[in-house]
């Protein structure tokens, strides 16, 4: 039988959970109660008073934090974004946010990238102009956690990814580093070269992975000989 769990996210933290979900996982705040790894759960995620039910598998626990692999990622997705439709309690709402933002000329959206508050800039990541990856990350309130969901981003832009493997402050986070070799839109010969940062562990992962691109997985073999 499933364990079950219930845990309150705000907007904000939901909106950081999208690079998450497209890989089929999420991360929530620990329970009083923190499950044993590879343990199944109910979660129950409530926003705002209302509430989304998901099966999930955990697979790490740290920092404060649970990792969950979603036993149907779709149905999850589907259930969570509904959370996000609900009208929030101090705001004008994601929904509202997303539309004010859609109005916005181009010049409009960059000033927010450059300058706008997390919420807003976890939004423009959805925008369908992806040069404004590169901006929101010269937005000087941005914060690590921010700059490891867009390294794992799967419609990030490439120019953005490079931008990250450059800075030498996020690469000595070592979730970054994993973010950014496992992503498909990293140029190949940047995920490569990472590889040097990641320990052996996380090498022997990657080279067995099938959800890693083929060039990536190739090279762990190669450098675990």
Do not use: C, Y
Request: proline letters at 5%; zero cysteines.
């Amino acid at each position: 039988m499933s364990k079950r769990l219930h845990v309150r996210m705000n907007r904000e933290q939901l909106l950081e959970q999208s690079a998450h979900l497209e890989h089929g996982g999420m991360m929530v705040p620990s329970p009083r109660e923190v499950p044993e790894p590879m343990t199944d759960v109910s979660v129950q995620i409530e926003t705002n008073g209302v509430s989304a039910q998901v099966d999930a598998r955990v697979v790490h626990v740290a920092d404060g934090q649970v990792g969950l692999a979603l036993l149907d990622a779709a149905q999850a997705r589907t259930r969570l974004l509904s959370l996000l439709d609900r009208p929030g309690e101090s705001d004008d709402g994601a929904g509202n946010l997303r539309l004010r933002i859609t109005r916005m000329s181009s010049l409009e959206k960059q000033n927010l990238a450059l300058s706008g508050n997390r919420l807003e800039r976890m939004a423009l990541l959805k925008d369908s102009n992806k040069g404004l990856h590169t901006l929101v990350l010269k937005n000087r309130k941005i914060t690590s956690e921010e700059v490891r969901m867009l390294a794992g981003f799967r419609n990030a832009n490439p120019q953005a990814l490079q931008k990250i493997a450059t800075n030498a402050e996020w690469l000595r986070d070592g979730r970054i580093v994993t973010a950014l070799v496992g992503n498909p839109k990293t140029p190949p010969q940047v995920a490569v070269r990472l590889l040097d940062r990641l320990p052996n562990a996380e090498i022997r992962r990657l080279a067995r992975a099938s959800d890693v691109p083929p060039a990536i997985a190739r090279a762990a073999r190669r450098k675990l000989g």
